[in-house]
């Protein structure tokens, strides 16, 4: 049989011939054994089975863990905290998003019931068009409360303010109850012909279920985090949309227009435009924001703009006042006036189209004035009582004269400067004569006073004139007392002297 091989040095031995190198990379060696029975004998070796891999399975089972912790950690960092809620809405474990939507939804979802409203009538957030800001409720609430900090788990609820939309909040609320809603009545205005002004008429008050009520219920319930709330159906005014104020305030502006409606010279309204026709020129139309449009027809203000001219241009009138020796003024003989032209009247009508209908009236005209001149007469009455002639002067000259007859001896007429006192058309003299019997001349006619009881006046019952004949009065006949009478207003300069 053939004996099992072993190894060199599998007895103990240490014979070099036995040492096989065991760095051979060979699967077979051949060895000699050292007998003559077997000299030459080959034996071989098994094949060496490779080594056995070796065993990871607690480091395999250490990386699933820490890949299961860094995602727990991971999802930490975006969650928001458990025992979170806002509004009553929980919000715990859940991400921003995912939580922003949670607060909307159940904002949409809540239930208002109307109780009172003809069988009970209810609407929803969302048909209210309620809002939150869910965003913003959602970053505070992982801000305040993140997942990753323990200390802040099951900290409580945070609270929100509920907004709604009005416009969508009243229709909602008008379909679920129209009973409950009386609609308003627009203050209005209209031209009164037999008036010829613009009068209103006031606006009534309707009344519809109070959205700012029915916000403020839904706020509670929200924030109480109930879905449902029962409330009796509140009721509000509701205005119009034209309220009476503004038809007043726009009826005073009409009328303000048609006060002053013309064509004006500097603060002179030059060609007036009558009440009726500048109503006629007004379209007045109610607006959709509740207030009135103003437009003006051009095409008919045009015709009156086409008379204008005619109107405004005239000539130039001069002025002649009469004054005193001083300069002051006494009298205004003919009043000044300025020439004017009207410049052209291209683009007028449009122009006072557009201010019509901003409330304005009166339309500043462009003109071109012409100044008038003035002349000034200085008059003066001079009594020459050595001559017994009275000359009438201007400007220090002599334009008419006449004998007059002056106080006797016995009573002297008063000499000196005077100025005319007081005019009287007719009057009954009294006096004293020099033998002392009392006098009475009825009748007196045109008399002007210039100091004390001395007058200048006309004289009927004598015509002996470039004589001494009165108690000292300056007499003359009628016809000239009468022209001095209205040449010489008071103030005129009085020169008598011998």
Same mark, same amino acid.
């Given at each position: 049989?053939?004996?099992?091989?072993?190894? @060199?040095?599998?007895?103990?031995?240490?014979?070099?011939? $036995?040492?096989?190198?065991?760095?051979?990379?060979?699967?077979?060696?051949? +060895?000699?054994?050292?007998?003559?029975?077997?000299?030459?004998?080959?034996?071989?070796?098994?094949?060496?089975?490779?080594?056995?891999?070796?065993?990871?399975?607690?480091?395999? +089972?250490?990386?699933?863990?820490?890949?299961?912790? +860094?995602?727990?950690?991971?999802? @930490?960092?975006?969650?928001?905290?458990?025992?979170?809620?806002?509004?009553?809405?929980? %919000?715990?474990?859940?991400?921003?998003?995912?939580?922003?939507?949670?607060?909307?939804?159940?904002?949409?979802?809540?239930?208002?019931?109307?109780?009172?409203?003809?069988?009970?009538?209810?609407?929803?957030?969302?048909?209210?068009?309620?809002?939150?800001?869910?965003?913003?409720?959602?970053?505070?609430?992982?801000?305040?409360?993140?997942?990753?900090?323990?200390?802040?788990?099951?900290?409580?609820?945070?609270?929100?303010?509920?907004?709604?939309?009005?416009?969508?909040?009243?229709?909602?609320?008008?379909?679920?109850?129209?009973?409950?809603?009386?609609?308003?009545?627009?203050?209005?205005?209209?031209?009164?012909?037999?008036?010829?002004?613009?009068? @209103?008429?006031?606006?009534?008050?309707?009344?519809?279920?109070?959205?700012?009520?029915?916000?403020?219920?839904?706020?509670?319930?929200?924030?109480?985090?109930?879905?449902?709330?029962? /409330?009796?159906?509140?009721?509000?005014?509701?205005?119009?949309?034209?309220?009476?104020? !503004?038809?007043?305030?726009?009826?005073?502006?009409?009328?303000?227009?048609?006060?002053?409606?013309?064509?004006?010279?500097?603060?002179?309204?030059? !060609?007036?435009?009558?009440?009726?026709?500048?109503?006629?020129? *007004?379209?007045?139309?109610?607006?959709?924001?509740?207030?009135?449009?103003?437009?003006?027809?051009?095409?008919?203000?045009?015709?009156?703009?086409?008379?204008?001219?005619?109107?405004?241009?005239?000539? %130039?009138?001069?002025?002649?006042?009469?004054?005193? @020796?001083?300069?002051?003024? /006494? /009298?205004?003989?003919?009043?000044?006036?300025?020439?004017?032209?009207?410049?052209?009247?291209?683009?007028?009508?449009?122009?006072?189209?557009?201010?019509?209908?901003?409330?304005?009236?009166?339309?500043?005209?462009? !003109?071109?004035?012409?100044?008038?001149?003035?002349?000034?007469?200085?008059?003066?009455?001079?009594?020459?009582?050595? $001559?017994?002639?009275?000359? %009438?002067?201007?400007?220090?000259?002599? +334009?008419?004269?006449?004998?007059?007859?002056?106080?006797?001896?016995?009573?002297?007429?008063?000499?000196?400067?005077?100025? %005319?006192?007081?005019?009287?058309?007719?009057?009954?003299?009294?006096?004293?004569?020099?033998?002392?019997?009392?006098?009475?001349?009825?009748?007196?006619?045109?008399?002007?006073?210039?100091?004390? $009881?001395?007058? *200048?006046?006309?004289?009927?019952?004598?015509?002996?004139?470039?004589?001494?004949?009165?108690?000292?009065?300056?007499?003359?006949?009628?016809?000239?007392?009468?022209?001095?009478?209205?040449?010489?207003?008071?103030?005129?300069?009085?020169?008598?002297?011998?």
């Amino acid at each position: 049989m053939t004996d099992l091989a072993t190894k @060199s040095g599998a007895d103990g031995s240490t014979d070099g011939d $036995d040492i096989v190198d065991a760095a051979s990379t060979d699967d077979t060696v051949a +060895i000699d054994s050292g007998s003559g029975d077997s000299a030459g004998a080959t034996f071989a070796w098994a094949p060496m089975e490779p080594e056995p891999p070796k065993r990871r399975t607690g480091m395999w +089972i250490g990386i699933g863990a820490g890949v299961a912790a +860094i995602a727990v950690v991971a999802s @930490s960092l975006v969650l928001i905290a458990p025992g979170t809620s806002v509004a009553g809405v929980p %919000v715990g474990f859940l991400t921003q998003g995912a939580a922003a939507a949670a607060i909307q939804g159940h904002l949409d979802d809540t239930v208002i019931v109307l109780t009172g409203a003809g069988g009970d009538a209810q609407v929803t957030g969302a048909d209210l068009g309620a809002s939150v800001d869910a965003a913003g409720l959602a970053a505070d609430a992982f801000a305040e409360n993140p997942m990753w900090n323990v200390t802040t788990w099951f900290d409580g609820a945070a609270d929100a303010a509920v907004r709604i939309d009005a416009e969508a909040a009243t229709s909602a609320l008008r379909a679920a109850a129209p009973e409950l809603y009386t609609d308003p009545v627009d203050a209005t205005l209209a031209y009164n012909t037999d008036t010829a002004t613009y009068l @209103s008429t006031p606006g009534t008050d309707g009344a519809g279920i109070d959205v700012d009520a029915v916000r403020d219920a839904l706020q509670a319930a929200f924030v109480a985090g109930e879905s449902r709330v029962e /409330l009796e159906a509140p009721l509000a005014a509701i205005t119009p949309t034209t309220p009476t104020y !503004v038809a007043e305030s726009t009826a005073d502006q009409l009328n303000s227009i048609l006060d002053t409606a013309g064509f004006y010279v500097g603060d002179e309204r030059t !060609v007036p435009v009558d009440r009726a026709e500048a109503a006629s020129w *007004l379209t007045v139309t109610p607006t959709a924001e509740g207030t009135f449009d103003i437009v003006a027809d051009e095409d008919a203000i045009q015709t009156a703009v086409d008379g204008l001219a005619k109107a405004v241009d005239r000539k %130039v009138v001069n002025a002649t006042i009469v004054t005193n @020796s001083a300069g002051d003024t /006494l /009298l205004t003989q003919t009043e000044g006036v300025s020439g004017r032209t009207l410049d052209s009247t291209d683009g007028i009508a449009a122009s006072y189209a557009e201010q019509l209908s901003t409330g304005s009236g009166a339309y500043e005209l462009p !003109v071109t004035e012409v100044p008038f001149k003035t002349t000034e007469l200085a008059r003066e009455i001079e009594v020459d009582l050595g $001559d017994q002639q009275l000359y %009438v002067k201007e400007n220090g000259k002599v +334009i008419d004269s006449w004998a007059i007859s002056s106080g006797q001896a016995a009573t002297p007429t008063i000499q000196g400067r005077f100025t %005319v006192q007081y005019h009287i058309p007719s009057q009954t003299m009294r006096g004293s004569n020099s033998d002392g019997s009392a006098y009475e001349t009825p009748n007196v006619k045109w008399i002007m006073y210039f100091s004390g $009881d001395f007058a *200048l006046h006309g004289v009927y019952w004598h015509s002996n004139w470039g004589t001494q004949m009165s108690h000292g009065c300056v007499g003359m006949p009628e016809n000239r007392a009468k022209q001095i009478y209205d040449w010489a207003p008071n103030g005129v300069d009085i020169y008598v002297h011998a």
